[in-house]
């Protein structure tokens, strides 16, 4: 079972770069997140999509841009990079509507911003 | 806003001992809270959750939490440490569309 593929796993950009991470899901989940994950700071929801053709932001969307793909895939875009960007990133998914259903995370994307 | 806090940073324990990672939370209503486990370079493990009923809840690789309403806290624990266990902790309370989470606990278990 793959569950939540995140591509890339490392990254390195220059500042004013654009990059887009990918993240799919096989587990038929409706709702898909992207977080950011910085020291100190726990996890920090960026963008979610609770279902496939809805996406909304959420505590720190600046910067960033999502695309729903369709209901495996959820990309999130950063335009125009800057080092305040330097981050790891998480993909998750869930089942929709189900506030006591756990959320599987992939194994992230580790991106350093020059 | 629902929110959780783990007031240690670090905790550390010897092999054998019990261990215990606090969490106290704040939520509007009744609280949906969730232990996840992070191993170096991996996302995060869904360990256990609490929804509702027993105050003692049960999860993976021998670990427990205790749910205390009058304390709001939410504490994971395991009666023998493995130096296995060794990993950054979560606790975490769900939104409608999303989850919260605290800024994490690291877990080191000694020989």
């Known amino acids: 079972n793959a569950g939540v593929t995140q591509t890339p796993k490392f990254q390195v950009l220059k500042t004013g770069q654009s990059m887009t991470l990918q993240c799919a899901q096989d587990m038929n989940h409706n709702s898909m997140y992207w977080y950011r994950q910085d020291p100190g700071m726990g996890l920090r929801l960026i963008y979610y999509?609770?279902?496939?053709?809805?996406?909304d932001k959420g505590e720190v969307p600046n910067g960033y841009n999502v695309s729903r793909l369709n209901k495996r895939e959820f990309s999130l875009r950063l335009e125009s990079a800057a080092p305040s960007q330097t981050s790891v990133y998480f993909c998750a998914s869930s089942e929709a509507g189900q506030n006591n259903q756990p959320q599987h995370f992939g194994d992230g994307t580790r991106l350093s911003i020059l | 806003a629902q929110s959780v806090a783990q007031p240690e940073d670090q905790v550390n324990v010897a092999e054998g001992n019990p261990l215990t990672v606090k969490c106290t939370y704040s939520?509007?209503?009744?609280?949906?809270l969730f232990w996840y486990v992070q191993y170096p370079n991996r996302g995060l493990q869904f360990l256990l959750k609490?929804?509702?009923?027993?105050?003692l809840v049960k999860g993976s690789y021998g670990f427990e939490a205790e749910f205390n309403k009058s304390q709001t806290s939410f504490h994971l624990k395991k009666p023998s440490a493995l130096v296995s266990d060794s990993a950054l902790y979560f606790c975490a309370v769900r939104e409608i569309y999303d989850m919260r989470f605290g800024a994490g606990t690291r877990l080191t278990v000694k020989p």
């Open positions: 609490y929804i509702t009923g027993d105050n």
């Open positions: 999509s609770a279902s496939e053709g809805t996406t």
């Open positions: 939520v509007s209503g009744n609280p949906y």
